[in-house]
C-alpha cells in the first residue's frame, strides 16, 4: 500500500518535470479555408515528433500548438505546415504541396464553390 503511494509521487512529479519544456505557441495560418485544411494541419502535425497537441482555429486563422522546446522548435512547425500546403507566419507554403491541395482549400477557394 505504501509502496503504491510512493509510484503515484513519483509518477506525478515526473509528469509535472516534462511539463516544464512543453510550450504553446500561436502560429498565424492565414491560407486556411475549410475544416479539411483544419484536419490536415491538425493531423500533419501530430505525426511531428514532439509535437503534442494543436489546434487550428478557422475563425481567427490561426494554429495552436503546444510542442516539447527539447525536441523540435517553432522553425521546424512552420516548415511542416508549409510542407503541408499552407502558410505558417512568415513561411509560405511550399508552392508543391499548395498546388496539391483540394480546390477547396485553395486560397479564395471556399468562395469559387
Ligand atoms: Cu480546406
Known amino acids: 500500500m ?3 503511494m510512493l509510484m503515484v509521487l513519483l509518477s506525478l ?3 509535472v518535470g516534462c511539463g516544464e519544456e512543453n510550450i504553446s505557441v500561436t502560429v498565424m ?3 486556411i ?3 479539411m485544411c483544419q484536419k490536415t494541419i491538425e493531423m500533419g502535425l501530430g505525426k511531428l515528433e514532439g509535437v503534442g497537441r494543436s489546434t487550428v482555429d478557422l475563425a481567427t486563422k490561426t494554429t495552436q500548438v503546444s510542442f516539447n522546446s527539447e525536441k523540435t522548435d517553432l522553425a521546424k ?3 511542416a505546415i ?3 500546403g499552407y502558410q505558417a ?3 509560405s507554403a511550399n508552392s508543391d504541396a499548395y498546388e496539391a491541395l483540394p480546390a ?3 486560397i479564395g477557394g471556399m468562395e469559387k464553390m
Open 2 to 4: 505504501r509502496y503504491r
Open 13 to 15: 512529479s515526473l509528469y
Open 29 to 31: 495560418t492565414p491560407t
Open 33 to 35: 479555408q475549410c475544416g
Open 77 to 79: 512547425i512552420e516548415r
Open 82 to 84: 508549409s510542407d503541408l
Open 89 to 91: 507566419n512568415e513561411t
Open 104 to 106: 477547396c482549400c485553395k
